[in-house]
């Protein structure tokens, strides 16, 4: 059982930066997708909207929305998935949700249903 541990969110102005975190305890990601969702205020959790993603192949997916602005990466032993955030917009405000799984293929990765391994998710405000 893979637990994550996500960190990094807050307050920041638009225009602002921020970065996320996603730790793995115990375990690295190597053949993990590793992907972050968000949910907006006033939606549920089905309602979770793709956000970017990184495989165990290191390609990464982006939705249309951050394209450009946020940025998914990995580090060298695998153990964290970092999410750089530029150019934030209001629109981003969300709880951002770490989630990870194996066997995650390609035509699935932007659903949150194909992910069995979720983190607590992490508060992000843009406001002014």
């Known amino acids: 059982q893979v637990q994550l541990v996500e960190s990094g969110g807050g307050l920041v102005q638009p225009g602002g930066s921020l970065r996320l975190s996603c730790t793995a305890s115990g375990r690295s990601f190597a053949r993990y997708t590793v992907a972050w969702f968000r949910q907006a205020p006033g939606k549920e959790r089905e309602e979770r909207e793709f956000v970017a993603a990184v495989r165990y192949s290191g390609h990464t997916y982006y939705s249309g929305s951050v394209q450009g602005r946020f940025a998914i990466s990995r580090d060298s032993a695998k153990t964290t998935v970092y999410m750089q955030m530029d150019s934030l917009k209001p629109d981003d405000t969300a709880v951002y949700y770490c989630?990870?799984?194996?066997?995650?293929?390609?035509?699935?990765?932007?659903?949150?249903?194909?992910?069995?391994?979720w983190g607590q998710g992490t508060q992000v405000t843009v406001s002014s």
């Open positions: 989630a990870a799984d194996t066997g995650v293929i390609l035509s699935s990765l932007r659903n949150h249903v194909h992910y069995d391994h």
